[in-house]
């Protein structure tokens, strides 16, 4: 269900798992403009306040920005490791790096501005194993490894991949940390980081897709899953580099493009979806089930949703911007859906459309049940095992 409702149209990160209490990064999105027009932008964090009754997200700190941000991550690396570092990635080839600890003083927190890419940069992923590591990626296959301890001379994990094109998601390996995958639209180039060079290229020859975003599965170091934003192709394909001629597994419930997917570091059985069909679906990604299983149905919405990312600390929760001008949050563990109307801002932006400005209201009775309840509960809620001993003594 839908726990809290924030109205921006902006990229999402969440803060660390090691920071307490939660709290959410939001960076205005490039290449969006609300129903105002407004041509601001700036960097927000909020605090989750679940406890809190309503919507509404609290706003912790607000600092303006230049440019808007294609995407944005939030990394443990920083002064004393918390709050942290939020690097945002924008047009121009331009990187923002930001202390979050300045952020939350209400100080200038921008400590560094690079300008090494060329074209927007669309790609960011920290090392989850050397925090002061992240990557990037942008236009012209370009991919850069960065250190925070060296910020001026970023290093190329190798040749760049031809034909040139847009770098569309990274993801570092989760149980290997010089592995990183890099997405395009029509391949999957896995890096080895001690070489300097691409070991493997994942291609589907057989089904029309254009790759959008990858993920590595959180527990079995050579299994990852991409998504297809192809409308005629909306699936999600599970990969075992071991066995990289063909997908192992294919996932096929969207009916339009897939935008954006996660796998639940705490839970490797859950992966959450949403696309250009307004859905956004939670998986069992290791079901056997033909076309695979879909555990629940989180929310069907008024526009697409462009990325969705589960909450570090709390594993329930997961947080899914949308083109509507909402960064909506949910929780996995059941309740009712709530519908939001976002159209009045348009008309109050167009006058004398007022008869028009009214999008459709979707009525529950016609979607059947809106119950996000989960077919089984998830790994962290699950009782560890437990063994007993007896010993008998015979006389």
């Known amino acids: 269900m839908k726990v809290k409702d924030l109205e921006r149209t902006a990229n999402v990160a969440w803060s660390p798992k090691e920071l307490s209490p939660i709290l959410l990064a939001a960076g205005t999105a490039a290449q969006q403009l609300d129903a105002s027009f407004e041509t601001n932008a700036a960097l927000e964090i909020y605090s989750l306040n679940l406890t809190e ?6 706003q912790k700190c607000s600092f303006p920005s230049e440019q808007r941000f294609h995407k944005i991550v939030w990394g443990v690396c920083g002064e004393n490791d918390t709050p942290g570092t939020i690097i945002g990635g924008c047009d121009g080839g331009i990187i923002k790096i930001y202390s979050a600890s300045k952020l939350m003083k209400n100080e200038n927190g921008l400590i560094m501005q690079q300008q090494k890419h060329t074209g927007p940069v669309h790609s960011l992923d920290f090392n989850p194993f050397q925090n ?13 490894i960065w250190d925070m301890n060296n910020l001026q001379t970023p290093m190329s994990p190798g040749s760049k ?3 040139l094109e847009d770098v569309l998601s990274l993801s570092w390996n989760r149980q290997v940390q010089h592995i990183l995958a890099s997405t ?11 070489k300097n060079e691409p070991i493997i290229k994942l291609t589907d020859t057989v089904s029309r897709v254009r790759w959008k975003v990858v993920a590595w599965h959180p527990e079995v ?3 990852l899953c991409l998504a297809s934003e192809e409308d005629h192709s909306p699936v999600i394909q599970i990969w075992d580099l071991r066995f990289a001629t063909s997908p192992l597994k294919t996932l096929e419930n969207h009916q339009r493009g897939i935008l954006s997917l996660a796998w639940c570091a705490d839970d490797p059985d859950l992966l959450v979806s949403c696309g250009k069909d307004n859905r956004i679906l939670c998986w069992n990604p290791s079901s056997n089930q033909t076309n695979g299983e879909v555990l629940s149905e989180i929310a069907k919405t008024n526009q697409w949703n462009f990325d969705v990312v589960w909450c ?3 594993p329930a929760v997961i947080a899914c911007p949308s083109f509507d001008g909402h960064i909506s949050v949910y929780s996995l563990m059941g309740g009712k859906t709530q519908q939001f109307q976002t159209s009045d801002k348009i008309a109050d932006s167009f006058p004398g459309i007022d008869g028009y400005a009214q999008a459709p209201v979707i009525q ?32």
């Not at 002061?132 to 850069?144: K, R």
């Not at 979607?367 to 007896?390: E, H, M, Y």
């Open 132 to 144: 002061n590591l992240f990557a990037t990626g942008a236009s012209e296959s370009e991919i850069f």
């Open 221 to 223: 170091a050579t299994q």
């Open 53 to 58: 009754p309503g919507l509404d997200l609290k």
């Open 184 to 194: 395009f639209a029509s391949k999957c180039v896995i890096w080895d980081l001690r």
């Open 312 to 314: 570090p600390k709390n």
């Open 364 to 395: 529950p009775q016609n979607l059947g049940p809106v119950s996000v309840d989960l077919t089984k509960p998830p790994k962290w809620l699950k009782r560890p095992i437990r063994a007993s001993f007896a010993v008998s003594i015979f006389a």
């Open 161 to 163: 991949s031809q034909p």
